[in-house]
């Protein structure tokens, strides 16, 4: 399973335009990249998912050069409640059973 | 899109008994669970992945007598630790994907927050 290293931390003001970038040297061909949110004593929520180029969806872009060797997670506009620790995970997009291993993740805290 | 149950979301007990913490997918059926076990300001980490109709695979280091667990239906995995002790302390949260819905990672469950006294 490919390893992944992100900043421990990073702080933002609201409104901002957040990048979070995650490096994982080592993913296989087949290795999807996946990013999660998790807020204090709740699960992760999944945000995005992508394999290669760009990824946007309602509240995300991810960036993925080709290389694959690193991702970025841009959160557009932050909002107080963004604050939380986000997770980036690279595992094979098989029928649900690739085991999900999560680095320390990043926490992000979004100032007034 | 795809829920995952889990219950209960916060127990206390006494230092040598029994919890069990269930794992339900509600809309979706999982023929592969994962639990995992979350300490304070840490990383989740990984403890076993639960088979439908056959033994989980537990992590090294994560002894499979204590946390025993079983996944008896496509849609319920549950995790018992027994004999507790305080230092089992912690936030466990399973979580599993629905096979249709390959580009939405996995689906997370609430969490339960077992407290040892």
Redesign the interface.
Known sequence: LAKTTQPISMDSYEGQEVNITCSHNNIATNDYI?W?QQFP??????II?GYKTKVTNEVASLFIPADRKSSTLSLPRVSLSDTAVY?CLVGS?G???F???????TRLFVKA | GAV?S?HPSRVICKSGTSVKIECRSLDFQ???M?W?RQFPKQ????MA?SNEGSKATYEQGVEKDKFLINHASLTLSTLTVTSAHPEDSS?Y???????GD??????????T?LTVV
């Open positions: 996946t999660y004593s709740q699960g992760p929520r999944f998912q997770y997009g029928t649900g059973g085991k999900t291993i999560f680095g320390a993740g | 995952v889990q999982a023929t592969t994962f995992y990383s989740l980490m990984l992945t936030f949260i399973c979580s599993a994907r629905s096979r390959r580009d939405s990672g996995y689906t997370f469950g609430s969490g927050r």
